[in-house]
């Protein structure tokens, strides 16, 4: 197996894996295309820092995929104190969707007091997403690569999210303008 910090190829079938957890200074890692199980000891002192990047990233992909049941509010204040002790966090587009999809419960519900917390994390987010397209255009990069494919899934949720609660407001602005029209206020 070939490693270094970003890829792990398969063994068996020479395709690159993906990693699905960590336990301890192991990062395990699963080949979406043969299905072969693998595991990475970690090295130097970055071990800590990517078993819990790993553990948070996976835990805000779970609570996408079950988001009703998960428990926002905590994995937000879990992801928020992590990118306070890691400055290299900060500069991580999936950990900044990750918040985001905190904010918006999955990428499913906006209010308007959040609203505005939500606009402001996602133009760092696009912004932090086009310094790394720049950077892809002049260096290729599978690991950065892999992280601005799973921006564009979660931006699409996104952008689905924005738009029903911008026509939702907009529709409820609408049908009051239609009654103030008819119903006269005394």
């Known amino acids: 197996m070939t490693s270094n910090a970003t890829i792990v190829k398969c063994e068996l ?15 395990l890692y699963h080949c979406p295309s043969c299905g072969n199980d693998a595991t990475v000891k970690l090295e130097g002192g970055n071990a800590d820092f990517l078993v819990r990047k790993t553990e948070l990233l996976v835990r805000a992909s779970k609570g996408i995929a079950e988001w009703d049941s998960t428990q926002w509010d905590y994995l937000k204040k879990d992801l928020l104190d992590f990118m306070a002790r890691y400055e290299d966090a900060k500069a991580d587009l999936r950990m900044q969707m990750s918040v985001l999809a905190c904010v918006t419960h999955g990428f499913h519900y906006i ?33 950065t690569l892999e992280s601005t494919e799973d921006y564009k899934k979660n931006r699409a949720l996104y952008r689905k999210c924005i738009n029903d609660y911008r026509n939702t407001k907009l529709a409820w602005k609408l049908a009051f303008s239609v009654v103030k029209k008819f119903i006269p206020i005394k």
């Open 13 to 27: 079938c020479g395709a690159r894996m993906k990693q699905v957890g960590a336990d301890g200074a192991v990062a």
């Open 111 to 143: 209010t308007e007091e959040n609203y505005k917390e939500c606009k402001t994390l996602y133009k760092l987010t696009e912004k932090m997403y086009k310094i790394l397209l720049r950077e892809l255009k002049q260096t290729p990069d599978t690991g």
